[in-house]
């Protein structure tokens, strides 16, 4: 069943919960997705970057098939537009029903990413879409990894107050694109963060915080935790292993199928992990 951010973050930064936001960038990740929620029991966030959208042309087929899996069976989904810099992709998004949407206005100035921000804010809340921002640059997104910048407490706090967004991303020491998971948080700035900024906070490049430091930032108080490369890692490893072992295999469904699974599994240990948090 489709279901909304803040109806999933709310309850769980309450608790003191984590909840998985994943990536979807084929439809069999969408179905590992899922599968692997079900088999946790967990509800999940199924995410559509804007690159991901960029990589198939267009938005519409893969967002309505996604949507397709989140409405289909017992798993509670959320379809999540991630790491929107155009305006116009948030508006296509809500018109395609997507749940919720994340403005990333963190390369603008900070004006800028509040007036832009409040903008969308206004639009996605009037037809019931939830919104996440960014503030405080969670680098990497581009190969450039800057783990060092952080996000201040007033700053955030006063972001919030001025935008009305419902979650917010920040900057506390991950970063995009990791692939080996060693990065350390700053978890005493989420801890301030957490006291200080009134709506759930997201943690972008999470795939470079290893299982311990996940559990702790969730602790810290970090409910929404994005997670790419490392899920991607498993999928690609899968498939690599399939076609190793049966150089002349031809049928795609033979490699995807056990990539599939394994992703799933993966999944499933990430939201049992992020839900026991409490
Ligand atoms: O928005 C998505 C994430 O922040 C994922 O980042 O690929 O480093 O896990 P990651
Ligand atoms: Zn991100």
Do not use: W
Not at 13 to 40: D, K, M, P, T, Y
Request: hydrophobic share 50%; with cysteine.
């Amino acid at each position: 069943a489709v279901v909304g951010l803040t109806e999933l973050l709310t309850p769980a930064a309450a608790a003191g919960r984590g909840v998985g936001a994943f990536n979807v960038f084929s439809l069999e990740h969408a179905e590992a997705l899922v599968a692997g929620a079900a088999q946790a029991g967990t509800p999940v966030v199924l995410q559509l970057s804007q690159n991901a959208v960029r990589y198939h042309g267009s938005l519409a087929p893969i967002a309505l098939a996604t949507l397709a899996l989140a409405r289909a069976g017992d798993v509670r989904a959320v379809v999540h537009l991630d790491h929107a810099t155009d305006v116009d992709l948030v508006h296509e998004a809500v018109a395609l029903g997507v749940g919720s949407v994340m403005f990333d206005g963190s390369e603008l100035d900070y004006e800028a990413n509040v007036a832009t921000t409040a903008a969308v804010v206004e639009h996605c809340h009037a037809r019931g879409v939830d919104v996440e921002a960014e503030l405080g640059e969670v680098g990497g997104k581009d190969g450039v990894h800057a783990p060092g910048v952080r996000t201040r407490p007033d700053e955030a706090a006063a972001f919030v107050a001025a935008t009305g967004v419902d979650a917010l991303a920040v900057a506390v020491g991950s970063s995009h694109a990791m692939t080996e998971r060693s990065a350390a948080l700053d978890l005493g700035l989420v801890a301030e963060l957490a006291a200080a900024v009134p709506v759930p906070l997201v943690l972008h490049g999470s795939s470079g915080v290893p299982d311990d430091e996940i559990v702790r930032v969730v602790r810290a108080g970090m409910t929404k935790i994005n997670i790419a490369t490392h899920l991607n890692k498993v999928f690609t490893a899968a498939v690599r292993e399939t076609l190793q072992a049966q150089p002349d295999l031809v049928d795609s469904r033979k490699y995807l199928a056990p990539a599939r699974d394994a992703m799933a599994a993966e999944t499933a240990r990430l939201l049992i992990m992020l839900d026991a948090t409490s």
